[in-house]
Nanobody, 123 residues
Framework: QVQVVESGGATVQAGGFLRLSCVAH?????????PAWYREAPGKEREFVAS?????????TNEDSTQGRFTIFRGVATNTAYLQMNSLRPEDTAMYYC??????????????WGQGTRVTVSS
């Protein structure tokens, strides 16, 4: 079982920045794994924000909602990923979730979510 822990959420003023962290424990059960960030604003569906490929050499970002302000990257520790969020706007207010896609040793795809970290951007 993979456990996913997010942190770094806070209340900031518009124009500010935050760096969210995602730490995955138990990745030994995965042949390979990849992190992604999603967010869920009040009254809205959960939406994709950004992801890294399994070899961490490229990323995909939802430019429609982030407009180049967010960057996902891997930490020095291979079980850690970050979401750098700059020029925050009130519409970025949401619960942010980290999802780990895991190709298990048995060859099955599994997905693990954290409990989320709350970001509130005040105007």
């Amino acid at each position: 079982q993979v456990q996913v822990v997010e942190s770094g959420g806070a209340t900031v003023q518009a124009g500010g920045f935050l760096r969210l962290s995602c730490v995955a424990h138990g990745l030994a059960i995965c042949r390979t794994s990849a992190p992604a960030w999603y967010r869920e604003a009040p009254g809205k569906e959960r939406e994709f924000v950004a992801s890294l490929t399994t070899n961490m050499d490229s990323n995909t970002t939802n430019e429609d909602s982030t407009q180049g302000r967010f960057t996902i990257f891997r930490g020095v520790a291979t079980n850690t990923a970050y979401l750098q969020m700059n020029s925050l706007r009130p519409e970025d207010t949401a619960m942010y979730y980290c999802k780990i896609t895991c190709l298990t040793l048995a060859g099955a795809w599994s997905y693990y979510w954290g409990q989320g970290t709350r970001v509130t951007v005040s105007s």
